[in-house]
Every structure is written in structure tokens, then in C-alpha cells.
């Protein structure tokens, strides 16, 4: 099973500055997805990426293949960013998905 | 993009009674779809996979006599907890799967029995 950590837990952070948030998995991967959970409970897939960086808006997700590592970075973060982000890796050799335990990400106006 | 719609978003009954949640894959047709269970600020466990035209795969540990899944078209899976208790009050959640990789998740269900 791929074991995927997440960091920081928690941040708090001002409206408008850039925010940071890292996951890093165990086993080589085909693709890594980056989702987003508001406080009701529904789960919006951010990203899915397999290699290099993909921009969305504000959001900007990198990966690196070989150091089994990923970023998601918010620009000009705004209140209504204020979720938990969360990563999600496939196990090897099947299609079952691990999550990290997820980034609650509070943006303060 | 592809949505997956599910329903109801909230429920509330009484112990005892069974509760039926549906997954729709709205503008596209998912071969396999996922179940999940979340307890607050945890992630998700995944509960089955459900495949369809075929019984559903559960994880260890989750009863499938209990948590019965149905996936009887390329569009719609249901989850139905049986003989529902308090403990099996929870946050569900679906996930349809398209071609490869991509997975797409449901708004999932606050369930809460009382």
C-alpha cells in the first residue's frame, strides 16, 4: 500500500498571501490527484497530474516523479479558499486510491 | 468536467431501518465506482469497490451484509446500510472512475441515525 503524508496538518494564513501545501507518497505512481473539501462535506477534484506542473486559476499543482513529491500552491489566497486539501495516490498495481489525511487550510480576511 | 451526482446529501433515521444512498455518474458511464466512509477530521476509508454487472469487492473489515451495493447500470451504484445503528453514523461518499485514472467524487451523504 502506498503511504502518502501530508504537511502542514493545519495553516492559517492571510488573505492574499501564497499558500503551500506538500504531499509525498512511498511507491512510484501513475498519477496523483489533489482535492479539495469544503466544510459541507463535498469533495471537488483540484488536479490530476502524472508529471510537471498544471495551473487552474490561482491554483498551481507541481509534481516530481522521482522524488515521489508534490505541491499544491494557492496565489492570492482568498477567504473562500478555506477547505481541506487533500492528496491521493494509487495503491501499485491497482486502482484503489490512499489519501493523506489532508491540509484544513484557513484563510483569515 | 464529469460530475458525479449523489443523493440525498443529508439523512436522518431511526435505528433499525435502512437507508438507501445513490451515485450517479451524470455525462459519462463508470465501470467501477468506490464507497467511502469518512469519521470527522479523518480521511477516507475506502468501504468497496463496486464494478458493474458484478458483486462489489469490500475492504476487511467492512460487513457486507450490512453495507449492500448494487451497481446495476454503467451509470448508477447504491450503497444501503442495513439495519442502520448509531455507530454507523457518518459521512458517505462515492467516487466514479472514467477511462483510467481520473476519479471524480459524489457531494456525499451526512448520515445520522438516531
Known amino acids: 500500500k502506498n503511504e502518502v503524508e501530508q504537511s502542514p496538518q493545519n495553516l492559517t494564513a492571510q488573505e492574499g498571501e501564497f499558500i503551500t501545501i506538500n504531499c509525498s507518497y512511498s511507491v512510484g505512481i501513475s498519477a496523483l490527484h489533489w482535492l479539495q473539501q469544503h466544510p459541507g462535506g463535498g469533495i471537488v477534484s483540484l488536479f490530476m497530474?502524472?508529471?510537471g506542473k498544471k495551473k487552474h486559476g490561482r491554483l498551481i499543482a507541481t509534481i516530481n516523479i522521482q522524488e515521489k513529491h508534490s505541491s499544491l500552491h494557492i496565489t492570492a489566497s482568498h477567504p473562500r479558499d478555506s477547505a481541506v486539501y487533500i492528496c491521493?495516490?494509487?495503491?501499485?498495481?491497482?486502482?484503489?486510491?490512499?489519501f493523506g489525511t489532508g491540509t484544513r487550510l484557513t484563510i483569515i480576511p | 468536467g464529469a460530475v458525479v451526482s449523489q443523493h440525498p446529501s443529508r439523512v436522518i433515521c431511526k435505528s433499525g431501518t435502512s437507508v438507501k444512498i445513490e451515485c450517479r455518474s451524470l455525462d459519462f458511464q463508470a465501470t467501477t465506482m468506490f464507497w467511502y466512509r469518512q469519521f470527522p477530521k479523518q480521511s477516507l476509508m475506502l468501504m468497496a469497490t463496486s464494478n458493474e454487472g458484478s458483486k462489489a469487492t469490500y475492504e476487511q473489515g467492512v460487513e457486507k451484509d450490512k453495507f449492500l451495493i448494487n451497481h446495476a447500470s454503467l451509470t448508477l451504484s447504491t450503497l444501503t446500510v442495513t439495519s442502520a445503528h448509531p455507530e454507523d453514523s457518518s459521512f458517505y461518499i462515492c467516487?466514479?472512475?472514467?477511462?483510467?485514472?481520473?476519479?471524480?467524487f459524489g457531494q456525499g451523504t451526512r448520515l445520522t441515525v438516531v
Open positions: 467516487s466514479a472512475r472514467r477511462q483510467t485514472t481520473e476519479a471524480f
Open positions: 497530474l502524472s508529471s
Open positions: 491521493a495516490v494509487p495503491n501499485f498495481g491497482n486502482e484503489k486510491l490512499t
